[in-house]
Nanobody, 113 residues
Framework: VQLQASGGGLVQPGGSLRLSCAAS??????MAWYRQAPGKQRELVAR???????NYADSVKGRFTISRDNAKNTVDLQMNSLKPEDTAAYVC??????????WGQGTLVTVSS
């Protein structure tokens, strides 16, 4: 199983970015985005089930939207109204129906003027 993330970059405060993660293998039960800022622990940003149920970190509610395409086995994260505190390495995550977990490589998001 491979998770290939893309879409990170440098953006000004208030701007938008869209992250995408393409997964190989079978359809996963859950897919998610986590992030880790320098000196901080990894935290869940948003999670989506195969049926489309979602949950978000309080800090991103109303600004970020997670979506997935089961046919393409991809999960996207649309990030709007970005803040400097959103700066982090964003990592794609997937959980199989058997409970196995997989992590992609991080894609760096920097929010700075």
């Amino acid at each position: 199983v491979q998770l290939q993330a893309s879409g990170g970059g440098l953006v000004q405060p208030g701007g938008s970015l869209r992250l995408s993660c393409a997964a190989s293998g079978s359809i996963f039960r859950d897919m998610a985005w986590y992030r880790q800022a320098p000196g901080k622990q990894r935290e869940l940003v948003a999670r989506i089930t195969s049926g489309g149920n979602t949950n978000y970190a309080d800090s991103v509610k109303g600004r970020f939207t997670i979506s997935r395409d089961n046919a393409k086995n991809t999960v996207d994260l649309q990030m709007n109204s970005l803040k400097p505190e959103d700066t982090a390495a964003y990592v794609c995550y997937a959980m199989s129906w058997r409970g196995s977990t997989y992590w992609g490589q991080g894609t760096l998001v920097t929010v700075s003027s």
